[in-house]
């Protein structure tokens, strides 16, 4: 290489933020392993204005428009399986709709129901899909019907309708756009965004968001797990189609009116670099206690449109930097296992259940609200242990050559996907929560002991698994990716053997 040639080549790495093409088309040219095809596709799910915004125990409803949500889909086929991964903009996705939207994807292009993986953002600024479910209470006294329905956050059954639809239209489009592509993985490091919200304070026990400056506060009483992991996937002139980014951290930055949340300035970021076109599929981590609020900062929490772009800028340059560094080539094989786990709730006991019914008839604006929220929870429990007193959790690995995804449908504690992070024999293992159905937070074991606490571990109809439960499905997840091989990872071309040191640099200092 001569100077000039040297030059050139530096002048286009650093214009690859306005000619993202021309830095990365030299990854077409030296293609590793048989041809791997990959499909991507988007739809819309954006909910109209006024209708409910969930992620509270009571309602409320959207009144502005940030940003569109959207189903994303990424489907991988090695020639003898396929799989969809499916990002939701959506605050969870109820076992019904999967089953449903599985069944007619299945009929419609032949996916297999359980190679396909549908999981949530848990977005709090998204569409009406829950909590409580259309016609969950149909069973119950009039007064639990008047809690459920008119007092709680209410899922929408033409908005279940549409995000099913959409759900199978993008998985179906997907697959039709199925094309030769390269594809890379890699894991980055962000750890300036996300922080555990559950703290030890002196009093001996735990409180969640126990607040900034609080003089109490002793230490976190869990970790994040800053782990960025990224799949990439370019085509044949080495444009990047689409990629598939795994991030613990709770979509509670509400930006201003319906959004996809902070996922929405990851993909801005990512499409930034890459361009207007790549899609980019979200599943998110064990984040169950991981939020993006620092509580042990002494600062001001920045405003809502600020901290959205903050925590997605972050992530999204972050998986930046990894796409950047990929070498692309096929990840197979593709595989995917499923098991189902039949899980017990937790029982109120009698006397409490008679408190919290003699509570929840007295004027809500007479007694505390947090008081009057919770026995409402608990009534609500009691009803739905009548009919269901056992809940059904899918755990799915899905098998992307050396990374595996493994799910669970929980609001799950981060410290359980780093410990399946620790025991999996995969060099890439992402958890994913919320995926596949929605069994509400499921805290460590340790958080129900005597130094535990905080809202996670509050009985509700929406959480009330089990002690156990997290564990059993971390050991699930074990018990399926024990059952695959992992994939080699793709690695760059080995350089010539040396043949002796570049001459315009071999001499030792001149000074005259």
């Known amino acids: 290489m001569n100077r000039r040639e040297f030059l050139r080549q530096g002048t286009v790495l650093g214009l690859a933020a306005g000619l993202p093409h021309i830095a990365l088309a ?6 590793s392993g048989p041809p791997f095809k990959v499909g991507f596709a988007e739809r819309d799910i954006t909910p109209a204005l006024g209708m409910e915004k969930p992620g509270g125990y009571g309602k409320a409803y959207h009144q502005r428009f940030h940003d569109p949500c959207k189903v994303r889909v990424a489907v991988f086929d090695d020639g003898t399986a396929r799989v969809a991964l499916v990002g939701l903009d959506a605050l969870m996705v109820p076992r019904r709709l999967v089953q449903a939207a599985r069944d007619a994807i299945q009929r419609k292009c032949g996916i297999t129901p359980g190679n396909i993986l549908i999981g949530a953002s848990h977005s709090h600024s998204s569409g009406p899909v829950g909590m409580v479910q259309p016609g969950e209470y149909d069973h119950a006294s009039p ?20 995000v099913r639809n959409e759900i199978i239209g993008a998985v179906c489009q997907a697959d039709g756009g199925r094309t030769d592509a390269r594809c890379g993985i890699g894991c980055g490091i962000e750890d300036k965004v996300a922080y555990n919200r559950r703290f030890r304070m002196k009093n001996g026990i735990t409180f969640t968001h126990p607040g900034g400056g609080n003089p109490d506060i002793l230490a976190p009483a869990g970790p994040i797990d800053p782990q960025v992991g990224v799949i990439g996937a370019w085509d044949g002139e080495g444009r990047l189609r689409g990629c598939v980014v795994n991030y613990a951290c709770h979509a509670t930055t509400d930006p201003g009116g319906i959004s996809a949340n902070w996922i929405y300035y990851l993909e801005q970021t990512i499409r930034g ?12 981590g064990a984040s169950g ?24 800028g972050r992530v999204g340059a972050e998986a930046v930097k990894v796409l950047l560094g990929l070498e692309p080539g096929s990840l197979v094989p593709i595989a995917a296992a499923s098991t189902i786990l039949r899980m017990e709730r937790r029982v109120p006991s009698p006397q409490r259940v008679e408190r919290c019914l003699e509570l929840v008839q007295k004027d ?12 409402k929870e608990i009534v609500l429990l009691d009803a739905l242990l009548a009919r269901h007193p056992t809940v059904e959790a899918e755990v799915q690995a ?16 981060c410290q359980f996907g780093l410990d399946l992070k620790a025991r999996s024999p995969f ?12 069994v509400g937070y499921v805290p460590t074991e340790e958080a129900f002991g005597s130094h535990g606490g905080g809202y996670e571990t509050r009985l509700t109809s929406y959480s009330n698994l089990q002690p156990d439960a997290g564990r059993r499905m971390i050991e699930a997840g074990l018990e399926l990716t024990g059952g695959m091989k992992p994939g080699t990872v793709p690695e760059p071309t080995k ?6 040191p570049w001459p315009y640099g071999n001499v030792p200092p001149e000074l005259s």
């Open 26 to 31: 030299r990854r077409s040219v030296t293609p």
């Open 143 to 162: 007064l639990v019907r008047r809690l459920a329905y008119e007092k709680s956050s209410c899922a929408e059954v033409n908005y279940l309708e549409r």
């Open 273 to 284: 670099l890459f361009g207007s076109d790549v899609i980019v599929v979200f599943l998110q």
């Open 289 to 312: 206690d991981v939020t993006q609020v620092d509580n042990l900062s002494p600062y001001q929490n920045p405003g809502p449109e600020q901290w959205a772009r903050l925590v997605g």
């Open 364 to 375: 809500p604006k007479s007694v505390d609200a947090s008081e009057w929220t919770f026995a």
């Open 398 to 413: 899905v098998q992307i050559g050396p990374a595996v995804f493994v799910t669970n449908s929980a609001e799950l504690f």
């Open 427 to 438: 060099p890439f293992t992402f958890p994913v929560e919320l995926a596949n159905g929605c």
């Open 495 to 500: 350089a010539s053997p040396f043949h002796g």
